[in-house]
């Protein structure tokens, strides 16, 4: 049963960067066909689609969030990485770490986010 | 960018009632389409995707229908665990969310 667990501070200062971190149990993200992804939610709010990243280090981003965000990948740590830079209040959020699954049912591609890491929330503040 | 918009934004039931949701897609999106439950706290969980294909696990009395840029979540017989905030979310391209439909208690 594939695991994911997000770590790194609760709490970041504006302008500086957010950096989570997503360990991934019961699967090997080196071995994997899955991509794996971030994906936050601001407090009453709906959910974001922030990018994922695949074992070979291949990274795809939300455009609206490109020129701040990087995602990496740490095959022989079984994790993944967040970074988002110039963070603002808006940034205020928790953060999800998921598993983006690409698969054929019944000859039919098909991609869905499953299974969820529990979430972390992040709030920007001085 | 695909914008998704979910009706109604919240709705309020009975247990035993027959709910449906409703998701349109600002331009085709074919079969790409997810939905999924989430609870106070928690994290979303996969419900239905490609349309209509339950996640192993899931009650028969959720289904989902619809092609194109129009559709639907429908819960038959409503039970109290079913009560949450459901999304849908289209991966057709860059990935994006509804707002989210809050399903409460009557």
């Known amino acids: 049963q594939v695991q994911l667990q997000e770590s790194g501070p609760g709490l970041v200062k504006p302008s500086q960067t957010l950096s989570l971190t997503c360990t991934v149990s019961g699967d090997s993200i080196s071995s994997s066909s899955d991509y794996w992804a971030w994906i936050r939610q601001p407090a009453g709010k709906g959910l974001e689609w922030i990018g994922q990243?695949?074992?070979?280090?291949?990274?795809n981003y939300n455009p609206s969030l490109e020129t701040r965000v990087a995602i990496s990948v740490d095959t022989a740590k079984n994790q993944f990485t967040l970074q988002l830079n110039s963070v603002t209040a808006a940034d205020t959020a928790v953060y999800y770490c998921a598993r983006d699954k690409y698969d054929y049912v019944g000859g039919s591609p098909y991609n869905w986010v499953d299974p969820w890491g529990p979430g972390t929330l992040v709030t920007v503040s001085s | 960018d695909i914008q998704m918009t979910q009706s109604p934004s919240s709705l309020s039931a009975s247990v035993g009632d027959r709910v449906t949701i409703t998701c349109r897609a600002s331009q085709t999106i074919h079969n790409y389409l997810n939905w999924y439950q989430q609870k106070p706290g928690k994290a979303p969980k996969l419900l239905i995707y490609?349309?209509?294909r339950l996640q192993r696990g899931v009650p028969s009395r959720f289904s989902g229908s619809g092609s194109g840029t129009d559709f639907t979540l429908t819960i038959s017989r409503l039970q109290p665990e079913d009560f949450a905030t459901y999304h849908c979310?289209?991966?057709?391209?860059?990935?994006?969310f509804g707002q989210g439909t809050r399903l409460q208690i009557k």
């Open positions: 990243v695949y074992s070979s280090g291949n990274a």
């Open positions: 490609g349309v209509s």
């Open positions: 979310q289209q991966t057709y391209r860059i990935p994006s």
